[in-house]
């Protein structure tokens, strides 16, 4: 119903009516739509807050750095999050990464100059078990004005729409962060349990070759403007590096250092970071069809199959004992493809209509 009028960089973006529209009527109390760009967010967190008190904004989030004084404000309003920002993870190894997106990649063809280094610790377990464990999300999010979650999801998405059932409410979701939650605070985190792992996991990769006495486990973390690196970076990384080069955990053999990098342009940390497997770990989230969580799994598949896959590693085309229905193995694609849209399965794989018959000799 609209078209683009003017674009001024940094400052607006303006459309007016499209008088070609087929369904002008359905808009026809809006003559254009007119988009205010607010640059200084880019870098000052409070930017919003001060076009809000200037009554230049109908509504803003409250950051962090001014909390304390508006959380009681008469205006401040507790909201029902529709997203759960997280920690993306590269955890390939070097021959996942390659396979995905080497110079044949199936995902995408890099030359092999630009080949993104893994950090082989990334693909241990243990590792990963230790980061997550390592973050106190209660601390954390009361000093951002945030909700702390283990969740997948935020709390609007809904299994049961129609009875206002919440996804994070059903019994498989809570079966499936149980072993997430187990011996920590309620919210994944403990710093016993993160430090387990991470020994853990530095003597298996010492033992391995991956890694030798002396060397450093640098991670960087992909955020996606300023402010960002400004509100969360330092607690990430003092939350990672003392828990990893506590004595105790390798006798400092080996050190974790976490660093930071912003892209030029936000969507970058997108586009040209997270979706081609050029980076460690990525700040950012997805968002959509709170009505039909399952639909929104398929972000997780490693065939890319969405369009925007940003968690990286193993085939979830390859059947798993992790996942089991009615007595069945099945690959995390089967899975969801069943519940989606049904197919054709053999031996917990999705199978072409092709293999069927020939299976069945049809």
Same mark, same amino acid.
């Given at each position: 119903?609209?078209?683009?009028?003017?674009?001024?960089?940094d400052?607006?973006?303006?459309?007016?009516?499209?008088e070609?529209?087929t369904?002008?009527k359905?808009?026809?109390?809006?003559?254009?739509?007119?988009?205010?760009?607010?640059?200084?967010?880019?870098s000052?967190p409070?930017?919003?807050?001060?076009?809000f008190?200037?009554?230049k904004?109908?509504?803003?989030?409250?950051?962090?750095?001014?909390?304390?004084?508006f959380?009681?404000?008469?205006?401040?309003?507790?909201?029902?999050?529709? +997203?759960t920002?997280?920690?993306n993870?590269?955890?390939?190894?070097?021959?996942?990464?390659e396979?995905?997106?080497?110079?044949?990649?199936?995902?995408?063809? +890099?030359?092999?100059?630009?080949?993104?280094?893994?950090?082989?610790?990334?693909?241990?377990?243990?590792?990963?078990k230790?980061?997550?464990?390592?973050?106190?999300?209660?601390?954390?999010?009361?000093?951002?004005?945030?909700?702390?979650?283990?969740?997948y999801?935020g709390?609007?998405?809904?299994?049961?729409?129609?009875?206002?059932?919440?996804y994070n409410?059903?019994?498989a979701?809570?079966?499936?962060?149980?072993?997430?939650?187990?011996g920590?605070?309620?919210?994944?985190?403990?710093?016993?349990?993160?430090?387990?792992?991470?020994?853990?996991?530095?003597?298996?990769?010492?033992?391995?070759?991956?890694?030798?006495?002396g060397?450093?486990?640098?991670?960087?973390?992909?955020?996606?403007?300023?402010?960002?690196v400004?509100?969360?970076?330092?607690? =990430?990384?003092?939350y990672?590096? +003392?828990?990893?080069?506590?004595e105790? !955990?390798c006798?400092?053999k080996l050190?974790?250092?976490v !660093?930071?990098?912003?892209?030029?342009?936000?969507?970058?940390?997108?586009?040209?970071?997270?979706?081609?497997g050029?980076?460690?770990?990525?700040f950012?989230?997805?968002s959509?069809?709170?009505?039909?969580?399952?639909n929104?799994?398929?972000?997780?598949?490693s065939?890319?199959?969405?369009?925007? +896959?940003l968690?990286?590693?193993?085939?979830?085309?390859?059947v798993?004992?992790?996942? =089991?229905?009615?007595?069945?193995?099945?690959?995390?694609?089967?899975?969801?493809?069943?519940a989606?849209?049904?197919?054709?399965?053999?031996?917990?794989?999705?199978?072409?209509?092709?293999?069927?018959?020939?299976?069945?000799?049809?």
């Amino acid at each position: 119903p609209y078209t683009l009028e003017r674009w001024d960089t940094d400052q607006q973006i303006v459309f007016k009516k499209n008088e070609l529209s087929t369904n002008k009527k359905q808009y026809q109390g809006w003559e254009g739509v007119h988009i205010n760009i607010l640059a200084a967010s880019k870098s000052d967190p409070e930017a919003g807050l001060k076009e809000f008190l200037a009554d230049k904004l109908t509504a803003c989030g409250i950051p962090s750095t001014r909390l304390d004084e508006f959380k009681n404000d008469p205006r401040a309003v507790q909201t029902v999050g529709a +997203t759960t920002t997280k920690l993306n993870v590269n955890t390939c190894t070097a021959e996942e990464w390659e396979y995905l997106f080497g110079e044949n990649g199936v995902i995408m063809q +890099t030359a092999k100059e630009e080949y993104w280094e893994v950090e082989p610790a990334l693909s241990n377990e243990q590792f990963i078990k230790g980061l997550s464990y390592a973050i106190n999300r209660v601390e954390f999010a009361a000093e951002k004005g945030r909700t702390p979650s283990v969740n997948y999801f935020g709390s609007a998405y809904m299994a049961d729409p129609e009875n206002g059932i919440g996804y994070n409410a059903s019994d498989a979701h809570k079966a499936a962060i149980a072993d997430l939650i187990e011996g920590t605070d309620g919210y994944g985190y403990s710093i016993e349990l993160a430090r387990a792992n991470f020994k853990a996991a530095a003597e298996a990769l010492l033992a391995s070759g991956a890694y030798k006495e002396g060397d450093v486990i640098k991670l960087e973390i992909t955020w996606q403007a300023v402010n960002n690196v400004t509100m969360y970076h330092g607690a =990430i990384k003092n939350y990672w590096e +003392t828990a990893f080069n506590h004595e105790s !955990v390798c006798d400092n053999k080996l050190t974790l250092e976490v !660093v930071d990098y912003v892209p030029a342009v936000w969507i970058d940390a997108y586009y040209k970071k997270m979706m081609l497997g050029q980076y460690d770990i990525g700040f950012g989230g997805v968002s959509g069809n709170a009505l039909n969580p399952l639909n929104f799994f398929e972000v997780l598949k490693s065939d890319n199959s969405s369009g925007f +896959t940003l968690n990286w590693g193993p085939n979830t085309n390859e059947v798993s004992q992790d996942l =089991i229905w009615e007595g069945q193995a099945w690959s995390f694609d089967a899975l969801w493809q069943a519940a989606e849209t049904g197919g054709f399965f053999i031996d917990g794989i999705k199978k072409t209509l092709h293999d069927a018959e020939l299976i069945d000799g049809i």
